[in-house]
């Protein structure tokens, strides 16, 4: 039962995400990359990895994801794998990380403004 609420949770929250995200394509492929290297033993390539075990990221919120990141980075959260895997990425490799999985899979739909575009400046990605 644990489990079915926070999947649901989690399927809300990126179901209510407002913020807008435009990726620009080089960014997003770096996101992708990091993401095959770093998260997919356990999230598996799309983002949905063995739920039981592992949370959802696929189309989850984007800020969501950077803040989840960044405190595994500086150990405010704390799991074993994942402390390690975040303190090995840079600032822009977690934007970078969030805006890949944020945008990507089937809950994605619900995240206005996903889309690779490289006509915009890194600046520009919110």
């Given amino acids: 039962m644990k489990y079915a609420i926070l999947l649901l949770t989690l399927l809300i929250s990126g179901a209510t995400a407002s913020q807008t995200i435009d990726v620009p394509t080089k960014r997003f492929d770096e996101g992708a990359q990091l993401a095959k290297e770093l998260c997919s033993s356990c999230h598996a390539n799309a983002g949905v990895g063995d739920f039981m075990t592992y949370p959802i990221i696929s189309g989850q919120n984007r800020m969501y994801l950077i803040k989840q990141l960044e405190d595994f980075k500086t150990g405010s959260r704390s799991h074993i794998y ?13 934007q970078d990380v969030a805006n890949f999985y944020a945008c990507s899979g089937f809950l994605s739909v619900n995240q206005p403004g996903c889309q690779k575009d490289p006509t915009k400046p890194l600046d520009d990605v919110k």
């Fill in 82 to 94: 994942m402390n390690t895997v975040a303190k090995k990425l840079t600032p822009t490799q977690i």
